[in-house]
């Protein structure tokens, strides 16, 4: 039995009383993703996915962690959607595994759909908004195995499934996200392989990332037509680099950096066309683009989803690239990222300031993980509400600048299967024990569920 005796308040976040982020009209949230949590891989005629091939593949993933069970979300989420509820934020991020819910020949499949069905309608029946993302990185294995993200056929299937579940959940999401992170999927998978599907050419990860975004913006579309009460937007990764030194190189460095982890997704969204400099980075590896290709993908958004982790120092590689170097010393989470709320605020601002036509602002995750443990009932995790709180200290700055930020969802609500570093990283603001299934709310979880208990309810 827990003898947890320990107090909880809204202070802890340390919010001043006068930022809108007390106002009831700024949505809170947590987050979650199919892969990551719903286990239950061979249920219901679910398909294989690339990160079923990839975490099976030995050496890929740490201590050899699969999907395959995960925090069985998918037979547990009445008590997980309690949790949320309980925990009083307004909104629950989540994505729909495509394997799921249509078969090999991209036919709907009844049951997974049902799943979701019967999910969405729970999170309805609870006043809570759902947040749906299409695409999580839970490819079809069968999709991959005609080329994945560098065949243009992709696009397609993609029009096909979005089509299909916008005309199936219609009414049940108030904001539908084509893809999350399009920078992991095409970078980490198809250039350098650390995530499904592995693939190691660069070439290769500029043309899957055309086609991620061309999806996308042809998947915009069929939403809007499908689902019209629905906002449509997308969530990008986003990442700040420090120069080692202050000279020109590697200013130039840190530069490209940003070059490549953020316009390389945001200017054609936002701007129609790719950045000059990534080509400056990568001579040689522009994709084949189609003519009104970029039109396409840079139709109109209702938002757009920021996610933000940490920052990185990088300096020349003496050629025309850059390399990350170490800084000794900075505050680490378990992930070895940087703690640095002020680059989330610095990237919010120059956003603002790039793009003329930049969309309402979704911080669509942030988090951090640590090793937490489960003792006498408690988790004890200062580290993340300190985290959380300066990172929410962070959204407020951006916004006394003008940044229009409607909305912040934690990253996780569960610990999780953290991809390529399996179950060992925990995210959660609810600890996860994979032997028993248990939840077990952290520290960090209890303080939010004050500060949303001491916000004013709309009137
Ligand atoms: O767990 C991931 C999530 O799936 C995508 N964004 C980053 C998180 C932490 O690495």
Request: proline share 8%; glycine share 10%.
């Given at each position: 039995m827990s003898t947890n005796s320990a107090k909880y308040s809204a202070e802890q976040l340390e919010i001043p009383k006068d930022s809108r982020l007390w106002s009831p009209d700024f949505l809170f949230g947590t987050a979650t993703a199919s892969y990551q949590i719903e286990g239950a891989i061979h249920e219901d005629g679910r398909i294989p996915s690339i990160w079923d091939t990839y975490s099976n593949?030995?050496?890929?993933?740490l201590n050899g962690d699969t999907g395959e069970f995960a925090c069985d979300h998918y037979h547990r989420w009445p008590q997980d959607l309690e949790i949320i509820e309980e925990l009083g934020v307004q909104a629950y991020r989540l994505s729909i595994a495509w394997p799921r819910v249509m078969d090999?020949?991209?036919?709907?499949?009844p049951k997974g759909l049902a799943f979701y069905k019967r999910l969405l309608e729970a999170l309805k029946a609870k006043g809570i908004q759902a947040y749906v993302t299409l695409y999580h990185w839970d490819l079809p294995q069968w999709i991959e195995d005609r080329g994945g993200w560098t065949n243009r056929e992709v696009v397609y299937h993609f029009a096909e499934y979005a089509d299909l579940v916008s005309r199936e959940f219609k009414g049940l999401v108030t904001a539908w996200a084509t893809l999350n992170e399009p920078w992991c999927s095409a970078f980490?998978?198809?250039?350098?392989?650390?995530?499904?599907?592995g693939r190691q050419n660069l070439r290769y990860a500029t043309q899957a990332m055309h086609h991620l975004l061309l999806a996308h913006g042809t998947a915009v579309a069929i939403l809007r037509r499908n689902d019209p009460g629905a906002q449509v937007g997308i969530v990008a990764n986003v990442g700040a680099a420090v120069a080692e030194t202050p000279s020109p190189r590697d200013q130039d460095a840190a530069y490209l950096f940003e070059v490549q982890h953020n316009d390389w997704v945001l200017d054609p969204l936002l701007k129609g066309s790719y950045p000059a400099d990534l080509w400056r980075l990568w001579p040689g590896a522009e994709p084949l683009v189609l003519e009104g290709d970029l039109q396409t993908i840079a139709a109109p958004l209702d938002f757009l989803g920021i996610n933000y982790y940490f920052r990185t120092q990088v300096k020349s590689d003496g050629r025309h690239g850059f390399i990350e170097t170490d800084m000794p010393g900075v505050e680490r989470t378990q992930m070895g990222w940087e703690v640095y709320p002020q680059g989330l605020a610095r990237l919010l601002k120059g956003f603002h300031a790039n793009?003329?036509?930049?969309p309402p602002i979704y911080i669509t995750e942030n988090g951090m993980a640590s090793d937490d443990k489960v003792v006498d009932g408690r988790v004890t995790d200062p580290s993340r509400i300190s985290f959380i709180s300066r990172h929410l200290l962070a959204v407020d700055d951006a916004m006394r600048h003008g940044v229009d930020i409607r909305g912040y969802f934690i990253w996780s609500l569960l610990d999780n299967?953290?991809?390529?570093?399996?179950?060992?990283?925990r995210f959660g603001i609810v600890h996860v024990d994979?032997?028993?299934?248990a939840r077990t709310w952290k520290d960090s979880g209890r303080v939010v569920q004050a500060f949303m208990k001491a916000r004013p309810s709309r009137t």
């Open positions: 593949t030995p050496g890929m993933v090999a020949k991209n036919q709907p499949n980490l998978g198809y250039a350098v392989g650390r995530h499904a599907p793009y003329r036509n930049l299967f953290e991809w390529a570093y399996g179950y060992e990283r994979y032997d028993t299934q």
